[in-house]
Nanobody, 116 residues
Framework: QVQLVESGGSLVQAGGSLGLSCAASGITFSVYVMGWYRQAPGKQRELVAT???????NYADSVKGRFTISRDNVKNTVYLRMNSLKPEDTAVYYC??????????WGQGTQVTVSS
């Protein structure tokens, strides 16, 4: 059974920092592309950042230079470090593990709220 469990969401003031974690089980973590997505109220889910099995990263333009995605293939965990947070970063953040269209999994999400 595949499980992706996010943690670290919280309420933070604008300009602050926050770290999210996603612990994966039930998959061969090291071969998966791991990603963070977010969904704000009334909006579609959007890509935040991804990291390949080899460590190559990709970021949404809105978070470049502020967010950092990383992974630990021993702990089967992917991280998202968020700095200089803005109110528009407020959303539910979801962890994603993708190998192919059939092997594509989501976590339950963790709420990040940035107050102005």
């Amino acid at each position: 059974q595949v499980q992706l469990v996010e943690s670290g969401g919280s309420l933070v003031q604008a300009g602050g920092s926050l770290g999210l974690s996603c612990a994966a089980s039930g998959i061969t973590f090291s071969v998966y592309v791991m990603g963070w997505y977010r969904q704000a109220p009334g909006k579609q889910r959007e890509l935040v950042a991804t990291i390949t099995s080899g460590g190559s990263t990709n970021y949404a333009d809105s978070v470049k230079g502020r967010f950092t995605i990383s992974r630990d293939n021993v702990k089967n965990t992917v991280y998202l470090r968020m700095n200089s947070l803005k109110p528009e970063d407020t959303a539910v953040y979801y962890c994603n593990a993708r190998l192919n269209p059939r092997n594509n999994y989501w976590g339950q999400g963790t709420q990040v709220t940035v107050s102005s």
